[in-house]
């Protein structure tokens, strides 16, 4: 079983449309969740950055953690064509000496 | 601000030679980490440095090594390259003075391995 699991995708909306993305983990150690924003073949770039359980709100985007069931979303609000996208979560525990990753969802806004 | 920088952008090898990668670390970092980026999958992480003293390490097998120098900068080396090892490697810094510490990274070293 992997670390941490992400469904591939592809997701196609329409713009303006609500997007979910989502990840579950297996390490209860994990306390810290971030989103990450790939686009293709460049560095990922650090979106949220949330600590233990609870929500996370900046712009367009809501980040979500629900430690009881090793589950993490990442809402985006009004989606734009510029969100299109693969979407990396990523989580690592207290020590931080390693970063685990979800194989990214790729996600398609179609004006 | 300076943000993470690698070198070379794109590289290509045959079976068997040896490679090296280079990152810069944004300023203020202390900590660097090496990922290798499978094609459609995520990041995997290699090792971690700090304090040029090498702080976690996944798992890769020892022909990955790397170096982290007194500046915060590091490399990257791969010996005996093997056609899996073609992928995206990706140099990630971090500051462990941080209560979070987060990952910013670079914009990666495309190596294809033929």
């Known amino acids: 079983q992997k670390e941490v699991e992400q469904d591939p995708g592809p997701l196609s909306v329409p713009e303006g449309a609500i997007v979910s993305l989502n990840c579950t983990y297996s390490?209860?150690?994990?306390?810290?969740f971030m989103w990450y924003r790939q686009y293709s073949r460049k560095g990922p770039e650090l979106l949220m950055y949330?600590?233990?359980?609870g929500n996370k709100e900046d712009g367009r985007f809501t980040a979500q953690v629900d430690k009881s069931s090793k589950y993490i979303s990442l809402f985006i609000r009004d989606s734009q064509p510029s969100d299109s996208a693969t979407y990396l979560c990523?989580?690592?525990?207290?020590?931080?000496?390693?970063?685990?990753f979800g194989s990214g969802t790729k996600l398609n806004v179609k004006p | 601000e300076t943000g993470v920088t690698q070198s070379p952008t794109h590289l290509i090898k045959t079976r068997g030679q040896q490679v090296t990668l280079r990152c810069s670390s944004q300023?203020?970092?202390?900590?660097v980490s090496w990922y290798q980026q499978a094609l459609g999958q995520g990041p995997q992480f290699i090792f971690q440095?700090?304090?040029?003293?090498?702080?976690g390490r996944g798992n890769f097998p020892p022909r990955f090594s790397g170096l982290q120098f007194p500046n915060y900068s590091s490399e990257l080396n791969v010996n005996a390259l093997e056609l899996d090892d073609s992928a995206l490697y990706l140099c990630?810094?971090?500051?462990?003075?941080?209560?979070?510490?987060?990952?910013?990274f670079g914009s990666g070293t495309q190596l294809s391995v033929l």
């Open positions: 990630a810094s971090s500051s462990n003075r941080d209560r979070d510490e987060k990952l910013f």
């Open positions: 390490n209860s150690a994990f306390q810290y």
């Open positions: 949330t600590y233990s359980s």
């Open positions: 990523a989580m690592t525990g207290p020590n931080f000496n390693k970063f685990y």
């Open positions: 300023s203020g970092h202390n900590t």
């Open positions: 440095y700090y304090r040029e003293e090498e702080n």
